[in-house]
C-alpha cells in the first residue's frame, strides 16, 4: 500500500524558516515526481511546487520561488519542503503527493498524504 | 496565466446524475492531461479521474471525464449519485510555464 506521511508542520513567526518531511512507502520512490501542495483554511488547493523522480528537476508556484526549496533523499524515500522567509499568507495545509512515473513529469497527483499544518503568526 | 475555472457549486439529487465543468483560461485543454480529486470535509484529496478520463483502481465506474475541444472545458460526470459522493471536487491540469494548475474546487452538494 502506497502511504506518505508529513511532518514537520508547526507555528512559526512572520519571516521564520520551516522545513516539512514527507516519509514515502509501498512504492519504488526514485521512479516517481513527487509533489507538494497546500490548502489555506477555507480555501482551495494551491500547488507549491514538484521534484522529478532523480532530483535534476524543479519547478515552484510563482508565490513561492525564491523562498521554498523543494529536495528528496531517494536513499531514504523522503521528500522535503525547506521555507524560508515565511509570510502569514504562507499558513496552509500542506499535502505531499505522488506524481506520474518516470519519464513524464506533468501528470499530476495520484496519491496523497494526510497533511501537516503551518500556521505563520505573530 | 493559465487558470481553470469551475462553477463554486452545484446541487442534485441522490440517483440522479452532474456534471461539473472545467474551463482553460487560454489555448488547448485538449493539449495536457486533466485530472480530477475529490475532497471530503476534514480530509484529504483522493484521486477521482486522472489522464482526462482513466479512474484509478476502487473508484467506482459511475465517475466519468471527459474533454470538449470547442469548449475548452474538461467534464466530470458522476451518476447514480450518493451522499457518500457529497464533497469538494478540484480539475487540475499543467500550463506552458511546467506549472501545475487547480480549478478553485465545486462543491457538490447531494440533497
Known amino acids: 500500500e502506497v502511504q506518505l506521511v508529513e511532518s514537520g508542520g508547526v507555528v512559526v513567526q512572520p519571516g521564520g524558516s520551516l522545513t516539512l518531511s514527507c516519509a514515502a512507502s509501498?512504492?519504488?520512490?526514485?521512479?516517481?515526481?513527487m509533489h507538494w501542495v497546500r490548502q489555506a483554511p477555507g480555501k482551495g488547493l494551491e500547488w507549491v511546487s514538484l521534484i522529478s523522480w532523480d532530483g535534476d528537476s524543479t519547478y515552484y508556484a510563482d508565490s513561492v520561488k525564491g523562498r521554498f526549496t523543494i529536495s528528496r533523499d531517494n536513499s531514504k524515500n523522503s521528500l522535503y519542503l525547506q521555507m524560508n522567509s515565511l509570510r502569514t499568507e504562507d499558513t496552509a495545509f500542506y499535502y505531499c503527493?505522488?506524481?506520474?512515473?518516470?519519464?513524464?513529469?506533468?501528470?499530476?497527483?495520484?496519491?496523497w498524504g494526510q497533511g501537516t499544518t503551518v500556521t505563520v503568526s505573530s | 496565466n493559465f487558470m481553470l475555472t469551475q462553477p463554486h457549486s452545484v446541487s442534485e439529487s441522490p440517483g440522479k446524475t452532474v456534471t461539473i465543468s472545467c474551463t482553460g483560461s487560454?489555448?488547448?485543454?485538449?493539449?495536457?492531461?486533466v485530472q480530477w480529486y475529490q475532497q471530503r470535509p476534514g480530509s484529504a484529496p483522493t484521486t477521482v479521474i486522472y489522464e482526462d478520463n482513466l479512474r484509478p483502481s476502487g473508484v467506482p465506474d459511475r465517475f466519468s471525464g471527459s474533454i470538449d475541444s470547442s469548449s475548452n472545458s474538461a467534464s466530470l460526470t458522476i451518476s447514480g449519485l450518493k451522499t457518500e459522493d457529497e464533497a469538494d471536487y478540484y480539475c487540475?491540469?499543467?500550463?506552458?510555464?511546467?506549472?501545475?494548475?487547480f480549478g478553485g474546487g465545486t462543491k457538490l452538494t447531494v440533497l
Open positions: 503527493a505522488k506524481g506520474p512515473e518516470r519519464p513524464a513529469i506533468f501528470h499530476g497527483m495520484d496519491v
Open positions: 487540475q491540469s499543467y500550463d506552458s510555464n511546467n506549472h501545475e494548475v
Open positions: 487560454s489555448g488547448s485543454i485538449a493539449s495536457n492531461y
Open positions: 509501498g512504492f519504488t520512490f526514485d521512479d516517481y515526481t
